[in-house]
């Protein structure tokens, strides 16, 4: 508003109306900064009708709970590490994971899902799509025994590459053959590579997810979920995204694309600490097995070596004592690493995973109990030190 129409204006009015549109001379900032609003406005019924008419075919800025600038910033970067066609952006990883499933799926289809995957997928499988009649069939892990458990109603295959907790590696170029040949869309959870050690996209999948609340925030204060589709998959998804108004709030999207801009740094200086402490437990009594792709003795190694830029911070290892009580022991006995859940922060965190439950198709009966580690920043050292005073206490 011109400061000749504000002037003629009362008090009350006038402190709705000033400032709205600050005129000023100068560049702009280094990342886009946080654009907060719900209502959007346009210069005339015609101009909005306009946008609301091409909204589902453009990006356009039209109201909060399509998404903001902010946002789109971040979605852009998104899709450019994954090498896909563009991004949708949800509150988390599993809200992101959630909305593929209900988009590309109805009642009376059949999905196979990896063994290996992020156990609240188990979880959504066995509440929501039990309930809305979608058919769920776990395969192994390295995707050996799809051909036999695939039906005519499958309609997805969904896979975790490298898988959680321990790291299982799919041939996701083979699987993409095969899902092309019997017309399945397939899925892939790139947290663990989180676009730049990893990029299912490029080796075949139609649909990658991305819990950024790991590593593209990188710093444990924000949760977030990214999907990123080839242009083939794209609508559906952007569809259901607004029938169901998902969208993120641009100060949590502001965080994500602050902490995305270091990920390279990060992800360099996590590989290396991780590869340290690896090496480190494998000379360990009390260590039976080491879990990390990376390592030469890892079953998925080859395919690693093949498909993956490098690991990240995750390590696991396998007790040689079965007690779970001296894991426990062992875990509360360490002083610099968390304890807790999720992971991709800049700091190092230790949890006990119980694969006897979370695998359903590989038998892990047999196995002592496994330790999680992230390795974080920290100097691996000081890490090393700290695992070594663990050890010696729990004996
Ligand atoms: C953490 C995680 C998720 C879920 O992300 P949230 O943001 O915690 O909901 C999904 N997949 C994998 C592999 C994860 O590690």
Known sequence: MSPFLLKKLRPHTRLLKAGNAPAYRGGKAVNPPVVRASTVLFESVEELDAMRAHRNDERLFTYGARG????????????????GFRTRLFPTGLAA?????????????????????????????????????????????????????????????????????????????????????????????????????????????DVSVIAATKYLSGHSDVMMGTVTTNEKAWRPLAEMSDACGMTVSPDDAYLVLRGIRTLAARLALHEQHALKIAQWLLGRAEVARVFCPALPDHPGHAI?????QGTNGLVSFEFSRADRSAAARFVNQLTLFGIGASWGGYESLATISDLKSARTVTDWSEAGTIVRLHIGMEDPEDLIEDLAQAFAVVG
């Open 304 to 308: 690693w070596q093949r498909d993956c």
């Open 97 to 205: 994971i959630a909305m593929v499933f209900t988009t590309y799926l109805k009642p009376g289809d059949h999905v196979l899902i990896a063994d290996c995957v992020y156990q609240p997928v188990r979880h959504f499988a066995e509440t929501f799509m039990k309930k809305f009649g979608i058919e769920v069939t776990f395969f192994c892990a390295d995707g050996s025994d799809i051909v036999e458990k695939a039906r005519p109603e499958t309609r997805m295959l969904y896979v975790e590459c490298p898988g959680s907790l321990v790291y299982e590696l799919c041939d996701m170029r083979a699987l993409a053959t095969l899902a092309a040949a019997n017309n399945w869309l397939l899925v892939a959870d790139n947290t663990w590579g989180s676009g730049l050690q990893y990029q299912p996209l490029a080796l075949g999948a």
């Open 68 to 83: 903001n600038p902010t946002a789109f910033a971040l979605e852009d970067v998104v899709s450019d590490i994954e090498g």
